[in-house]
């Protein structure tokens, strides 16, 4: 069974009352189970459309998507809500941290909508925040917190759910050489423990380096696939 099918895949966004952009043009992609495939290609290509409808964060104009057997188009709005919080991890360029909570908190938020204790929720918080060498920064706000800190926090977040898919967009964009090097160790271990990966970046060093197979979008269309 393929951790990700698509078909004919098109997604298209109204600008004004007759324009149409149509980011998405048709596309077909099978990424197998445990496999990690890097997502390359300009801004506008469709790179981060793509993940975003995969992961259940858009719906597409036309075609499928399936994730591990479940076609998400015959999802409801709350089904698919919960889809996500059981399947899915987000690894996004900004974070998207609360600034309220302390960085366990931050991890352990998923956890909250799975109906998961808090006792058990901090417990697995801290385990993930001693994976990502932050145990000593775990009641620390994100304000507190430096950007490569709090890429790590989100990082955690991700895999607290253990999902079966990690989306991971641009995470390195807004981060220093070595800590992008952190991160991409964090992606490689991942990948390790069976987690299925999709990765977006514009940086195809990186993606040459750590992943199973390469693919090059252009205009909303895969033009290009390498191992």
């Given at each position: 069974?393929?951790?990700i099918r698509t078909r004919d895949l098109v997604r298209e966004y109204r600008l004004g009352?007759?324009?149409?952009?149509?980011?998405?043009?048709?596309?077909?992609?099978?990424?197998?189970?445990?496999?990690?495939?890097?997502?390359?290609?300009?801004?506008?290509?469709?790179?981060?459309?793509?993940?975003?409808?995969?992961?259940?964060?858009?719906?597409?104009?036309?075609?499928?998507?399936?994730?591990?057997?479940?076609?998400?188009?015959?999802?409801?709005?709350?089904?698919?809500?919960?889809?996500?919080?059981?399947?899915?991890?987000?690894?996004?360029?900004?974070?998207?941290?609360?600034?309220?909570?302390?960085?366990?908190?931050?991890?352990?938020?998923?956890?909250?909508?799975?109906?998961?204790?808090?006792?058990?929720?901090?417990?697995?918080?801290?385990?993930?925040?001693?994976?990502?060498?932050?145990?000593?920064?775990?009641?620390?706000?994100?304000?507190?917190?430096?950007?490569?800190?709090?890429?790590?926090?989100?990082?955690?977040?991700?895999?607290?759910?253990?999902?079966?898919?990690?989306?991971?967009?641009?995470?390195?964009?807004?981060?220093?050489?070595?800590?992008?090097?952190?991160?991409?160790?964090?992606?490689?271990?991942?990948?390790?423990?069976?987690?299925?990966?999709?990765?977006?970046?514009?940086?195809?060093?990186?993606?040459?380096?750590?992943?199973?197979?390469?693919?090059?979008?252009?205009?909303?269309?895969?033009?290009?696939?390498?191992?």
């Open positions: 069974m393929s951790a009352r007759e324009n149409r952009v149509r980011a998405l043009a048709g596309v077909d992609l099978d990424v197998a189970t445990g496999e990690f495939v890097a997502v390359l290609g300009k801004s506008g290509s469709g790179k981060s459309t793509l993940l975003n409808v995969v992961g259940g964060l858009d719906r597409p104009t036309a075609g499928r998507v399936g994730v591990g057997g479940t076609e998400l188009a015959d999802l409801s709005e709350r089904d698919l809500a919960a889809f996500r919080a059981r399947t899915v991890g987000f690894v996004f360029q900004s974070f998207h941290l609360q600034p309220r909570y302390p960085a366990w908190e931050n991890v352990a938020l998923p956890l909250v909508f799975l109906g998961v204790g808090r006792r058990e929720r901090r417990r697995r918080a801290a385990a993930l925040l001693d994976d990502v060498g932050l145990t000593e920064r775990a009641d620390h706000r994100p304000a507190e917190l430096s950007g490569g800190e709090q890429q790590r926090v989100a990082f955690a977040r991700s895999l607290v759910a253990q999902p079966s898919l990690l989306l991971a967009d641009e995470p390195t964009g807004n981060l220093d050489s070595e800590t992008s090097r952190q991160v991409v160790e964090l992606l490689k271990t991942a990948h390790e423990r069976g987690t299925t990966l999709l990765l977006v970046t514009h940086d195809r060093e990186m993606a040459q380096e750590t992943a199973d197979r390469v693919i090059r979008m252009a205009d909303g269309l895969v033009v290009e696939t390498s191992s």
